[in-house]
């Protein structure tokens, strides 16, 4: 969608069900793109030309381990990128991003929120004039990240979502770093009304998430190795 | 996403590659439904609850070859939602719509333009106010619906889509009705610039559209049966 002042599109990667999305200011053209996916770099650099962006910024919500990350790739398309993690996330980006730090994209400002649970270099992304925030794996629709490997933690995980998401206004709008079932967003409003596990009390919360017994990911030890360094492969 | 006016989904149904949307007037929590698909009208269902809206209308673009639409599951959740299809169709709906008729979903108002090519009674969805399109399969993200089958025809199409759609302004969204590569939406002045079919000469345009030599759609058979007694099964 396009308004007087965002320029902003989602975009879906099939194989790992992975959203990527460009955030773009109108006025001066600056653009970030969040957590792009390798195999989909030049459909996303083909759209970033041709909504005549510049790319300014690669943010990562985390360090993924079902995908390899496309800041690399993109880097060498668009020199002035420059990637971006949470500094407590252990891994390499060209910028690492304290709890509540900012960054610019043109006229637009985004605040980068340590969310670790899922894994422990988690961040969400905060678009306040738009009322959006990017949540990576630590809240997806009615769900959230799993917390069994990657440090993953679930009681830092239920305290980061409450205490950094859900405690934005409620018409803000969430949008999710996977979703299995064709949905696409989400909004404070909601989740804080249906999630069915983060709506759990807390010592329940930890013994449903310490109990999904879930298949180890399918690309992890690939991904892992690769998005440590950036995406450099 | 959620503004003071609007409340929109954008949903996906992955086995048809299909684009399901939901608009809702914020003021009146009235809703409408575009292109629903049998198969998740559940998860629709429940979505449109959650969300706290009253399902007046489900829209369809046109009588759908690859699925079964989800209008007639949906009406037996919701009694007092009616459908819609062009009066064109030639095939059974609660309403049939005019060209340029015009709906009402709580204080938001929607108009229906014809723009056969597709098929013979497909229809866009204007949102004036907001400035969205829906086009169903008349537009797609740098593409367009096939024009070999279901009267379809390629000269009528491109008519429809520079008269009734690309003549929008150029900040609209366009929304279409599928995408296989992980687009969700586009605008006008993309789509004008941009799209290898339609910025053909009229002519090129027929001779690519008439040489596609697509497979016949897996699910015609039975979604036709279906779609032309509004997904009655
Ligand atoms: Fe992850
Ligand atoms: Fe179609």
Same mark, same amino acid.
């Given at each position: 969608?396009?308004?007087?002042?965002?320029?902003?599109?989602? $975009?879906?990667?099939?194989?790992?069900?992975?959203?990527?999305?460009?955030?773009?200011? !109108?006025?001066?053209? +600056?653009?970030?793109?969040?957590?792009?996916?390798?195999?989909?770099?030049?459909?996303?650099?083909?759209?970033?030309? &041709?909504?005549?962006?510049?790319? &300014?910024?690669?943010?990562? @919500?985390?360090?993924? *381990?079902?995908?390899?990350?496309? @800041?690399? *790739?993109?880097? +060498?398309?668009?020199?002035?990128?420059?990637?971006? /993690?949470?500094?407590?996330?252990?891994?390499? !980006?060209?910028?690492?991003? *304290?709890?509540?730090?900012?960054?610019?994209?043109?006229?637009?400002?985004?605040?980068?929120?340590?969310?670790?649970?899922?894994?422990?270099?988690?961040?969400?992304?905060?678009?306040?004039?738009?009322? $959006?925030?990017?949540?990576?794996?630590?809240?997806?629709?009615?769900?959230?990240?799993?917390?069994?490997?990657?440090?993953?933690? !679930?009681?830092?995980?239920?305290?980061?979502?409450?205490?950094?998401?859900?405690?934005?206004?409620?018409?803000?709008?969430?949008?999710?770093?996977?979703?299995?079932?064709?949905?696409?967003?989400?909004?404070?409003?909601?989740? +804080? +009304?249906?999630?069915?596990?983060?709506?759990?009390?807390?010592?329940?919360?930890?013994? /449903?998430?310490?109990? $999904?017994?879930?298949?180890?990911?399918?690309?992890?030890?690939?991904?892992?190795? !690769?998005?440590?360094?950036?995406?450099?492969?």
């Amino acid at each position: 969608m396009i308004t007087s002042t965002l320029i902003f599109r989602q $975009l879906f990667e099939a194989r790992s069900s992975t959203y990527t999305y460009i955030i773009g200011c !109108a006025a001066t053209r +600056k653009a970030a793109i969040i957590d792009p996916v390798l195999e989909t770099v030049e459909r996303d650099a083909k759209l970033i030309s &041709q909504l005549d962006l510049d790319l &300014q910024l690669g943010l990562n @919500t985390h360090v993924h *381990a079902d995908h390899v990350t496309g @800041t690399a *790739a993109l880097a +060498k398309i668009f020199p002035s990128m420059r990637s971006c /993690l949470s500094d407590e996330s252990g891994a390499k !980006a060209d910028r690492l991003l *304290a709890h509540r730090e900012k960054v610019k994209v043109g006229r637009l400002e985004m605040q980068c929120r340590h969310t670790p649970g899922h894994t422990n270099g988690c961040s969400s992304y905060v678009l306040d004039s738009e009322g $959006l925030v990017f949540t990576g794996d630590a809240l997806l629709f009615r769900g959230c990240g799993r917390t069994d490997f990657q440090q993953g933690d !679930a009681s830092r995980l239920y305290d980061s979502v409450w205490n950094e998401i859900l405690s934005l206004p409620d018409n803000f709008s969430i949008f999710p770093g996977h979703d299995y079932n064709g949905h696409m967003s989400s909004s404070v409003r909601e989740e +804080k +009304k249906f999630n069915p596990r983060l709506t759990l009390e807390k010592k329940k919360f930890i013994e /449903l998430m310490n109990n $999904l017994k879930l298949d180890y990911p399918k690309q992890i030890d690939r991904a892992l190795l !690769a998005n440590m360094k950036n995406g450099e492969m």
